[in-house]
């Protein structure tokens, strides 16, 4: 399991519940704060989170009946208090939660990453989250080169890399691209 630690105050929550760790956070910029498009959809059968995860996410305080999943093992679920949380079950389950009515905090993502392997040396890691309608693209820079997700209908994203990719670090920046194709906000990742 990995540690997770606060990387210049701009921890939303931490939560590790099983192998990973998910730090979610998010830089404080001037913009909308919108609640994402997945929080706000109908749901269906396919939003629940998998059965394995229920009885964690019960005690962590999550509204089961809100799941709303928005990616590849990616979920939006409310916290009672009037919290949205970001659930990430790529490795375990992990979360990080913001007030529903200023989920995104006047940033364009809330995100999160999560690792399986050694602190000292993952063999997978993934960065999923979730982004405002006028986010194009999201670019994770790696020692070795970038990789890019485009969010989806709900706003979900996620870029994963494999042992291969990790051998040459840790990624070091992700890049927020907006439907005008311009650089929205740059943020360094964290590298412990």
Same mark, same amino acid.
């Given at each position: 399991?990995?540690?997770? *630690?606060a990387h210049l105050g !701009?921890?939303?929550g931490? !939560?590790?519940? $099983?192998v $990973? ?8 910029r001037a913009s ?6 997945g929080?706000?959809r109908?749901?269906?059968a396919?939003d629940? !989170?998998?059965?394995?995860? @229920?009885r964690a996410a019960q005690a962590a ?5 809100t799941?709303?999943?928005?990616g ?5 679920v409310?916290?009672? %208090? ?9 490795? $375990?389950m ?5 007030? @529903?009515?200023?989920f995104f %905090?006047?940033?364009?993502?809330r995100? %999160?990453?999560s ?7 993952p =063999?997978? !890691?993934?960065l ?6 006028d986010?194009? @693209?999201v670019?994770?820079?790696f020692?070795? %080169?970038?990789?890019?997700?485009t969010?989806?209908a709900d706003?979900g994203?996620?870029?994963?890399a494999d042992e291969? =990719?990790l ?5 070091? @920046?992700? +890049?927020? +691209? $907006? *439907?005008?194709?311009k650089?929205?906000e740059t943020?360094?990742?964290?590298q412990s």
């Open positions: 399991m990995r540690n997770s *630690k !701009l921890i939303v931490v !939560l590790t519940i $099983g $990973g760790s998910f730090l979610a956070v998010a830089a404080v909308s704060n919108a609640t994402p498009a929080a706000t109908v749901r269906s396919s629940a !989170l998998p059965p394995g995860l @229920q305080g999550l509204a089961l009946n799941s709303r999943n928005i590849a093992s990616l979920y939006l409310n916290r009672g %208090g009037g919290d949205l949380c970001l659930v990430n079950a790529s490795h $375990g992990s979360m990080g939660c913001a007030p @529903q009515a200023d %905090g006047g940033t364009p993502v995100w %999160g990453m690792e399986a392997g050694p602190s000292s040396a =063999t997978d !890691l993934t999923a989250g979730v982004a405002r309608a986010v194009a @693209q670019r994770v820079v020692p070795s %080169g970038a990789i890019s997700a969010p989806n706003g994203f996620s870029v994963h291969a =990719t051998k040459a670090g840790r990624p070091t @920046q992700l +890049i927020v +691209i $907006g *439907k005008s194709g650089t929205i943020d360094a990742l964290p």
